[in-house]
């Protein structure tokens, strides 16, 4: 690391350890303050206040994400350099929604290739509304080939769209068990999006379907009912995938930023084109804040700057997304891959170990629910967990109660959060109720409130499929500020492969009759009770 970063770093975490690093209430006293944190790029705007961020904070953050080089590393991504050294692949996402001639890798024009396959998935989809033969599509595939496609369907599709989609990513049968009773096979179109191709999950319940396919239409109409998304093209064509039916993508598109790809055709489907183009739109609009904005002004590097300052300066080891919006269920699910699989990581790019702590753990779930479940640790647990509330500001639905109940739900935990609640409150409370002094003592410790607890407001106007472009968008380059930071690969994912090779190696032994393998004890006396208990 450059002298000059780790002097950066140094500074940063020498403010944290200064008294009163981690409060929030002092700098509220700053009337300006609200106005001075918060910054718009696009149609979100950011609240940044309701976190300890000082001046001199985000000023040594500033010069942190300076020394790290985070805005150079921003451009030799879109430069098409091969950024993902450990895979020595370019980082393209931004192509896929980008306008005509503006990517390349090397001496090809990404671009060309990414408007010809849109185009394709255009005419497709024009062809399947116009028919109307289809009226359900399912879309098998797990991770970044299910995530983000079922995340944005779900946040996007109406009441009236030209199709329903499904999404199949578990090998539990229990998972197409519960899909299939719903399900008319000479009406269900059957998308098969793996980039690789080879996931056992993907492949196993690709088989399952396309026999469930053939058996009900015979061999020959169920390739007509066969889509495949992948970037593996040989093996689409060995499944017996029509070639006009494949829609494909290169290798410098990572799983978890692949829903702006052929991987998205089933939010085209279900939602039509218009909707899919105007969620790359959306994500456009981004990118051109992120490729243009100044670092002071940069939102995608000012959230990742917010993180480090949480999980490097507070110890603060995890985040909560909470939507105020039930179409945005699958949001957080969607960020936990998209961040944690892209963070994750304890080496730095030359292979090192990284010296601080890196991606936190980001869980979440909508609000109101949230604060029904797991919002008690947020606000009395023993560390602080920040959370990023998704306000939107006006619903699609003519229920104006719910939508102010909503609304005022979200800005009363972030509120919650900041001010706390001290024991003169408290008390005050509890002898308005008239209790007895020895009760309110002994039940003040535990209705206190620490309060100082961060937290990120993200306000949307609307939620449509251009403000959710801009808000995935917002958090892929948040996510790519982080990885330049820590100096980490937030590009690959070598992590999920041991689990992939043990349970290849475990199948056989689970078969009736099989003969063990060498484990360790735990996993040898499990396999044998699990043997047992289905009579094998
Ligand atoms: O699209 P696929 O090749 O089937 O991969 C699906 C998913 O599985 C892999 O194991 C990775 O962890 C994910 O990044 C990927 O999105």
């Known amino acids: 690391m450059a002298h000059s970063a780790e002097a950066a770093w140094e500074r940063v975490t020498g403010l944290a350890r200064e008294a009163g690093a981690s ?49 150079a590393a921003r451009d030799a991504m879109a430069r098409g ?26 001496q090809e024009d990404a671009s060309a290739e990414v408007h010809e396959t849109l185009e394709a998935m255009r005419a497709f989809c024009a062809r399947v509304h116009a028919r109307g033969r289809f009226t359900d599509v399912v879309n098998i595939g797990i991770g970044g080939s299910d995530l983000g496609p079922q995340m944005a369907a779900r946040a996007l599709w109406r009441h009236g769209m030209p199709m329903r989609a499904h999404y199949l990513s578990n090998v539990d049968g229990h998972a197409w068990e519960a899909m299939r009773h719903g399900l008319d096979p000479a009406r269900t179109l059957v998308l098969v999006a793996s980039k690789t191709f080879t996931t056992a999950e993907t492949m196993a319940n690709a088989h399952l379907l396309r026999d469930w396919l053939r058996g009900a239409l015979g061999e020959a109409e169920a390739g007509a009912h066969l889509v495949a998304l992948s970037t593996n093209l040989k093996a689409t064509r060995e499944f017996g995938v029509p070639e006009e039916q494949v829609f494909g993508f290169r290798d410098w598109v990572g799983g978890r930023f692949s829903m702006w790809s052929a991987i998205g055709l089933s939010i085209a ?30 939102l995608p590097l000012l959230m990742a700057l917010a993180e480090v300052w949480h999980v490097d300066g507070l110890g603060y080891g995890s985040r909560a997304v909470l939507p105020y919006d039930e179409r945005l269920a699958r949001f957080p699910a969607h960020l936990q891959q998209v961040e944690m699989e ?56 003519g229920f104006e109660e719910n939508h102010r109940e909503l609304l005022a739900n979200g800005l009363a935990q972030a509120e919650a959060l900041l001010r706390g609640r001290d024991a003169t409150e408290v008390r005050a409370e509890m002898e308005a109720k008239g209790m007895a002094p020895e ?14 607890r961060p937290s990120t407001t993200l306000l949307l106007p609307h939620l449509d499929a251009n403000t959710l472009g801009q808000l995935v968008a917002l958090y892929e380059h948040k996510v790519f500020c982080l990885g330049a930071l820590w100096s980490v690969n937030a590009f690959d994912q070598w992590g999920v492969e041991l689990g992939k090779q043990l349970a290849g190696a475990l199948l056989p032994e689970l078969a009736p009759g099989a003969k063990a393998g060498a484990h360790d004890p735990s996993t040898t006396a499990l396999i044998a009770e699990i043997l047992r208990l289905r009579g094998g």
């Open 269 to 298: 489907l279900a939602c039509g084109w218009d909707v899919f183009a105007a969620l790359l739109a959306g994500a456009r609009r981004m990118d051109e804040h992120f490729l243009s904005a100044p670092e002071a002004e940069n």
């Open 81 to 106: 350099e091969a950024i993902n050294a450990t895979e020595g692949r370019a980082v393209l996402h931004m192509a896929l929604r980008g306008p005509r001639g503006a990517f390349r890798t090397g």
């Open 342 to 397: 892209s963070l994750g990581k304890r080496v730095t790019l030359g292979g090192l170990p990284v010296p601080r702590a890196t991606g936190p753990v980001v869980f979440g779930e909508p609000g109101t629910n949230a604060q029904h479940s797991f919002m008690q640790l947020l606000h009395q647990g023993t560390t602080p967990v920040p959370a990023d509330i998704v306000l939107v500001a006006r619903p699609d639905h």
């Open 23 to 71: 409060a929030i209430r002092p700098l509220m006293a700053d009337p300006s303050r609200a106005a001075r944190f918060t910054r718009r790029a696009g149609d979100i705007l950011v609240d940044l206040s309701k976190t300890s961020l000082s001046d001199t904070v985000l000023e040594a953050l500033l010069e942190l994400a300076r020394a790290q080089g985070v805005l």
């Open 439 to 452: 009760a309110i003592e002994a039940l003040l410790p535990h209705r206190l409130f620490p309060g100082d």
